[in-house]
T-cell receptor, first 107, second 116 residues
């Protein structure tokens, strides 16, 4: 079993839609969590950290459920510019990446 | 402030050749790391360093060496290239090495390596 698992997608949604991604992790000792965004043939960039209490940044909301060992990312009012691959990242003593979920937002 | 820079951007090697991928950062970050990214596999950690003179192995270290003689530079050496090392290589750095783990990482633009 991979340490970090994501639904690879692709998710194809119309502009304005709400889309949610989930990610599960296997190491219960993991201590910090992130969502990164990666555009095609580019480097990953931090989208947001994920806190136990949940956190929101504009149209993006991240949630952490330690008991069930999963992390979620919700994108509201999708824009064409949200099209990218979203990487779930889990830290213990080093960063472990999920394989990513590809999102395409269509007009 | 250039951030994290990597050279070369593209490289083609023949099996058995050796080469060094360069990585430098100008943010005075203590933590630096190397990843490889393969389709369907996500990024996998090769080696990392928590400061000058200190390196350690990650998830997939075989076939690679690193050194960290300065805070700024963290080169990755392929000792004898194999087709299985065809991949995209990313270098990253972080401003903190927290007790709870590494904080936000800043990535370089990547090196696309093909081994024939």
């Amino acid at each position: 079993r991979k340490e970090v698992e994501q639904d690879p997608g692709p998710f194809n949604v119309p502009e304005g839609a709400t889309v949610a991604f989930n990610c599960t992790y296997s190491n219960s000792a993991s201590q910090s969590f992130f969502w990164y965004r990666q555009d095609c043939r580019k480097e990953p960039k931090l989208l947001m950290s994920v806190y136990s209490s949940g956190n929101e940044d504009g149209r993006f909301t991240a949630q952490l459920n330690r008991a069930s060992q999963y992390i979620s990312l919700l994108i509201r009012d999708s824009k064409l510019s949200d099209s990218a691959t979203y990487l779930c990242v889990v830290n213990n003593n080093d960063m472990r990446f999920g394989a990513g979920t590809r999102l395409t937002v269509k007009p | 402030n250039a951030g994290v820079t990597q050279t070369p951007k593209f490289q083609v090697l023949k099996t058995g050749q050796s080469m060094t991928l360069q990585c430098a950062q100008d943010m005075n970050h203590e933590y630096m790391s190397w990843y490889r990214q393969d389709p369907g596999m996500g990024l996998r950690l090769i080696h990392y360093s928590v400061g000058a003179g200190i390196t350690d192995q990650g998830e997939v270290p075989n076939g690679y060496n690193v050194s960290r003689s300065t805070t700024e530079d963290f080169p990755l050496r392929l000792l004898s290239a194999a087709p299985s090392q065809t991949s995209v290589y990313f270098c990253a750095s972080s401003y903190s090495v927290m007790v709870a783990g590494v904080g936000e990482q800043f990535f370089g633009p990547g090196t696309r390596l093909t081994v024939l």
